[in-house]
């Protein structure tokens, strides 16, 4: 079942509204049914949390079977427009990501999210001409088989650099939107000024993340971020109020606690 044109527009769109867009992060059909309960206009896959639930870790260390099958199961129980983490596309090569893509839009996926970082022990940057020049071969692939689905394209400045990181991330937005990125997302950016530097550096919608210092959603919308994401930090909120609940039934022990 593919995802009807009008629910991609849609996806589309709310990317252009004046309050950012705030993506309902979820990884099993609970916390999507919650999401749906809460109003959320669209919602988003934390491949983070989706790993962690399966004893991995974040970096492409599960199959992408393993992810389409969560993917399957969200999408048989929401009619809300989901976007799903891809990390770099769960394959260096072009041709097999277009594949992937194509796969999770007959599923009914509107938006993806794709990674300019592996993990290689530890996380790396990608070139980023050469991530660029695979965007490009990626998007053109998708326009011949006809499949418009919304890239959202994260760069790991942020999160990887040290040293000019304002002036590298606007490099590879630049690169990024020429190869035909519909958004940029750029986890770990906390600073007011910086925001605004790399919103008024591009037409394209920045999306942040959940962080510490991040300012409220108001600030944001004045920044020009188009976008805001949850990460994987309320799925580990949720599992640290789990194991505190099972301390207290273990402390007391009796289950009172929890009625």
């Given amino acids: 079942y593919f995802a009807p044109k009008y629910k991609k527009m849609e996806f589309k769109n709310l990317h252009n509204q004046v309050t950012p867009l705030l993506i309902g992060n979820v990884w099993d059909v609970p916390s999507t049914k919650t999401a749906e309960k809460l109003n959320f206009q669209a919602i988003g896959t934390s491949s983070s949390a989706i790993a962690t639930l399966l004893g991995y870790n974040d970096g492409e260390e599960m199959e992408f079977s393993e992810l ?26 072009p041709k097999q990501i277009v594949q992937h893509i ?16 592996i993990v290689n022990e530890k996380r790396i940057l990608l070139d980023a001409n050469d991530f660029a020049k695979t965007l490009t071969e990626i998007k053109q692939q998708l326009e011949k088989e006809n499949i418009d689905i919304f890239i959202n394209v994260r760069t790991d400045t942020f999160i990887l650099l040290k040293e000019n990181v304002i002036t590298e991330t606007k490099r590879r937005i630049e690169l990024y939107q020429n190869a035909g990125a519909n958004g940029i997302f750029i986890p770990c950016i906390e600073k007011e000024n910086d925001i605004k530097t790399i919103t ?49 039934v273990l402390s007391q022990n009796s289950f009172k606690s929890i009625f």
């Avoid at 389409?68 to 090569?93: A, C, H, M, W």
């Avoid at 991040?214 to 976008?227: D, Q």
Wanted: negative net charge; proline residues 4%; hydrophobic residues 35%.
């Fill in 68 to 93: 389409e099958y969560f993917i399957k199961r969200i999408t048989q129980n929401t009619n809300l427009p989901l976007s799903v983490d891809l990390e770099s596309g769960y394959s260096r090569n």
């Fill in 102 to 117: 194509k796969i999770l839009s007959e599923l009914g996926v509107v938006g993806i999210n794709i990674e300019d970082s």
């Fill in 200 to 248: 008024d550096s591009t037409s394209l919608p920045i999306n942040v993340m959940c962080m510490p210092n991040l300012p409220n959603f108001e600030t944001l919308a004045k920044l020009g971020v188009k976008r805001i994401s949850m990460g994987n930090f309320l799925f580990d909120k949720m599992y640290g109020n789990f194991e505190e609940t099972v301390k207290n």
